[in-house]
């Protein structure tokens, strides 16, 4: 099955992460999503295709700041997660 996700914005409160930050946090997330939904697939309602003006997903918290960065990384998997509980397979 081939699986095409479209994010068009993806809005963070109260987070800076400054220009390479963002990068980082997009790979990250893309990478962990790709992950989980290469396991668990999509929900049933999203598998004939769909869209959605928004995805609500639970609340994150934030990762330890980290001098090496590795906190972005560990954003990125947490939104995945998120965004995975909204359109992976098992849910809704």
């Known amino acids: 099955m081939k699986i095409v996700l479209h994010i ?3 809005v963070l409160e109260e987070l800076s992460l400054g220009p390479p930050g963002g990068a980082v946090l997009a790979e990250a997330m893309l990478a962990e999503l790709g992950r ?3 396991a668990g697939g999509l929900a049933a309602n999203w598998r004939s295709g769909g869209a959605s003006p ?3 997903g ?3 918290t934030l990762p330890p700041t980290e001098p090496s960065g590795r906190h972005v990384d560990a954003l990125g ?3 995945a997660a998120s965004v995975h509980a ?4 098992g849910t809704r």
């Open 86 to 89: 909204c359109i992976g397979g």
């Open 36 to 38: 989980l939904l290469a």
């Open 8 to 10: 068009e914005r993806l």
């Open 58 to 60: 639970p609340t994150l």
């Open 77 to 79: 998997a947490r939104i």
């Open 54 to 56: 928004y995805l609500r």
